[in-house]
């Protein structure tokens, strides 16, 4: 048996400066280990599985003798009992990292769920504002919450200041919300039914936004203004001038038409084919040109180095602003998305063409599932002679409202 190491006080391990490991007696194999750098620590040594092993048992003098002793009674009486301390404590330290990486906050949810589909939107300003809407409304008060714990109560905390107020963005942060929640519980964060769903919970809690909302048209000239206002417009110079004067001729939408390429047109088929990246539906759009619109084209300028084709003058596309600035201009009050309005009503209003070509001239998304079966084409050519009668009523309106005929329409 092995000399027993002499008992120190707290006062002589305290005077223990010098490096090396310096045994300090009361319990078998405690040391001190003294390293070069002047820090000090407990170590145990013990045999495990006839090895010797190190087991630390804390900084000095945070861990003061004393505790260090009782530490190390204690660690020999688990070996004695053939409990290996070190893997205990592995596994202690694995559990509670495996605990911590299940434990997610909402914040930290939102931003995982913004990146693993942010590069699937249709832009970055899509993506902005998905992280602004949950950053203004959201995090206030749910950012630090694990996703695990938030309930009904966290999310109508966020949605209840602003559902009858600013009712449209109340709606997308609930759906945004849902998602965010959706996320977390497949990937193991949470369980249970979600809080921010809508069918079967809010709306039980929550009045319905059709209900609440206020429905905002888009300011928009009147049909029978259109002649005029398309007669001034061509008499604006400017590459926004004739954007505007595409985007009414086309019915197309601002964005669409700011972003249109060269590539995008095919002058022999008078088309022009808008990629479904582009679109608000998501699906490629083919847009009949006429003579009117093929006339705006033939008139652009052309700018080195840019395949746009309503270019800015420095390059680049133009802002979504400058089509406004052409209106304001002219001190008419509407707004380019107005001009889409004004093609409906004149379908609507003034011709007998039939609803689902004017629904497909503008893009829109059918509600019916049934009659969006049924009208798998873009009934490219049937829309053609509709374009056409738009472009010689915006340059020579009907006279007294007359209907325009279905001539060429099959």
């Known amino acids: 048996m092995g000399r027993k190491a002499k008992k120190l006080s707290a006062l002589e391990v305290g005077r223990l400066k010098t490096p090396g490991m310096w045994a300090v007696g009361g319990v078998d194999g405690l040391y001190l280990n003294v390293k070069p750098t002047g820090a000090r620590a407990w170590i145990l040594r013990a045999m495990m599985a006839g090895k010797r092993r190190d087991h630390g048992l804390g900084g000095f003098p945070d861990v003061t003798l004393a505790m260090a002793r009782q530490k190390a009674r204690e660690r020999r009486a688990d070996i004695e009992q053939g409990q290996?301390?070190?893997?205990?404590?592995?596994?202690?330290?694995?559990?509670?990292?495996?605990?911590?990486?299940?434990?997610?906050?909402?914040?930290?949810?939102?931003?995982?769920?913004?990146?693993?589909?942010?590069?699937?939107?249709?832009?970055?300003?899509?993506?902005?504002?998905?992280?602004?809407?949950?950053?203004?409304?959201?995090?206030?008060?749910?950012?630090?919450?694990?996703?695990?714990?938030?309930?009904?109560?966290?999310?109508?905390?966020?949605?209840?200041?602003?559902?009858?107020?600013?009712?449209?963005?109340?709606?997308?942060?609930?759906?945004?919300?849902?998602?965010?929640?959706?996320?977390?519980?497949?990937?193991?964060?949470?369980?249970?039914?979600?809080?921010?769903?809508?069918?079967?919970h809010l709306d039980k809690l929550l009045p319905a936004p059709t209900k609440i909302q206020k429905v905002k048209h888009h300011r928009a000239?009147?049909?029978?203004?259109?002649?005029?206002?398309?007669?001034?417009?061509?008499?604006?110079?400017?590459v926004a001038a004739r954007a505007l004067e595409f985007v009414t001729l086309t019915a197309a939408r601002s964005g669409e038409v700011r972003g249109a390429t060269w590539a995008e047109i095919d002058r022999k088929a008078k088309v022009w084919t808008v990629p479904a990246d582009r679109m608000k539906a998501g699906r490629e759009h083919c847009v009949p040109l006429t003579d009117a619109a093929l006339a705006v084209l033939d008139g652009l300028p052309s700018v080195p180095g840019s395949d746009l084709v309503f270019a800015a003058p420095r390059g680049g596309p133009l802002s979504d602003m400058s089509l406004t600035a052409v209106m304001r201009r002219m001190e008419v009050d509407v707004v380019p998305h107005g001009m889409r309005s004004t093609f409906r009503d004149w379908c609507s209003e003034r011709t007998n063409f039939p609803r689902d070509l004017a629904e497909a001239a503008l893009a829109h998304t059918l509600e019916s599932k049934v009659e969006a079966a049924y009208r798998r084409g873009d009934a490219l050519e049937k829309r053609r002679p509709m374009m056409e009668a738009w472009a010689a009523f915006c340059a020579h309106p009907a006279k007294g409202g007359a209907v325009v005929p279905l001539a060429g329409v099959a």
């Open 221 to 238: 000239i009147p049909a029978d203004g259109i002649a005029a206002f398309m007669a001034e417009l061509r008499q604006r110079e400017g």
């Open 84 to 200: 290996d301390p070190i893997a205990v404590r592995r596994q202690a330290l694995s559990s509670a990292r495996a605990q911590q990486a299940s434990q997610k906050t909402f914040q930290d949810a939102a931003e995982a769920y913004i990146k693993a589909h942010g590069e699937s939107w249709k832009n970055a300003k899509h993506r902005d504002q998905w992280a602004s809407t949950l950053e203004t409304y959201a995090y206030p008060s749910m950012s630090r919450l694990l996703v695990r714990d938030i309930g009904q109560e966290h999310v109508l905390q966020a949605l209840e200041p602003i559902w009858k107020t600013k009712t449209e963005t109340a709606t997308r942060l609930r759906g945004r919300i849902e998602a965010v929640l959706d996320w977390a519980r497949v990937r193991g964060y949470r369980d249970g039914e979600n809080p921010a769903r809508w069918r079967g």
